[in-house]
C-alpha cells in the first residue's frame, strides 16, 4: 500500500525556514508531477508549487514565488518544499500530492498533512 510520510512542519518565528519533506513509500511505481497544497483555516485548500515528473520544470503560486522552492529526488520517491522569508499568512496545513498513471490509471496520492505556524 502506498502512503506518503510528511516531515518538516513546526512553528516558526516570522522571517524564518522550514524544510518540508514528503517521501513515498511502497510501490508507487513512477511518479509525474509532484505538487504541495496548503490549507489554512476559513480558507479553500491552495496549490503552492508544482514539479515536472523530471524535475525541470516548476510553478508556483504567485503568494510564494521567490520565496518558496520546490525540489524533488526520484530515487527517493521524495518532494521537498524550502519554505524562506515565512509570513503569518503562510500559516496553514502542508499537503504534498503526487501523480501515477495515465488515463484511466491515473491516480492522486496525498500526504497526511504537517501544520506550519509562523507566529512571534
Known amino acids: 500500500q502506498v502512503q506518503l510520510v510528511e516531515s518538516g512542519g513546526g512553528l516558526v518565528q516570522p522571517g524564518g525556514s522550514l524544510r518540508l519533506s514528503c517521501a513515498a513509500t511502497g510501490s508507487i511505481g513512477h511518479i509525474n508531477e509532484m505538487r504541495w497544497y496548503r490549507h489554512a483555516p476559513g480558507k479553500q485548500r491552495e496549490m503552492v508549487a508544482f514539479?515536472?515528473?523530471?524535475?525541470?520544470?516548476?510553478y508556483y503560486a504567485e503568494f510564494v514565488k521567490g520565496r518558496f522552492g520546490i525540489s524533488r529526488d526520484n530515487a527517493k520517491n521524495t518532494v521537498y518544499l524550502q519554505m524562506n522569508s515565512l509570513k503569518p499568512e503562510d500559516t496553514a496545513v502542508y499537503y504534498c500530492?503526487?501523480?501515477?498513471?495515465?488515463?484511466?490509471?491515473?491516480?492522486?496520492?496525498w500526504g497526511q498533512g504537517t501544520q506550519v505556524t509562523i507566529s512571534s
Open positions: 500530492n503526487m501523480h501515477t498513471g495515465v488515463n484511466a490509471n491515473a491516480k492522486d496520492h
Open positions: 514539479i515536472n515528473s523530471s524535475g525541470t520544470g516548476t
